[in-house]
């Protein structure tokens, strides 16, 4: 299974973005699709998530302000960022997940925001 994350780029902090993450396989088997970001230094974390039903969370940092989605049809998980701030610069990842435990990673894709 392959994930190809694109969409990131450099923007001026409140200006959006809306980075997308291709799937080579259906989506529709995974029970949960999800966004991670890393900045530098930092760990790892979930910004937000997508189950086959449909039912998204988000961490405290972007609720209100990103909104994840999937689109069977097309394979493909999307987070529209909007409002972004400095500290949203990091390089996101796209995540596929099976129960009990298979998962799979894109290679990520770079956000900076920055004046």
């Known amino acids: 299974v392959q994930l190809q994350a694109s969409g990131g780029g450099l923007v001026r902090p409140g200006r959006s973005l809306r980075p997308s993450c291709v799937v080579s396989?259906?989506?529709?088997?995974?029970?949960?699709m999800a966004w991670y970001r890393q900045a530098p230094g930092d760990a790892r974390n979930t910004v937000a998530t997508?189950?086959?039903?449909?039912?998204?969370n988000y961490a405290n940092s972007v609720k209100g302000r990103f909104t994840i989605s999937r689109d069977n049809s097309k394979n493909t998980v999307s987070l529209q960022m909007n409002s972004l701030k400095p500290e949203d610069t990091a390089v996101y990842y796209c995540?596929?997940?099976?129960?009990?435990?298979?998962?799979?990673w894109g290679q990520g894709t770079l956000v900076t925001v920055s004046s």
């Open positions: 995540n596929a997940f099976s129960k009990p435990s298979t998962t799979y």
């Open positions: 396989e259906s989506i529709a088997s995974f029970d949960v």
């Open positions: 997508i189950t086959s039903g449909g039912s998204a």
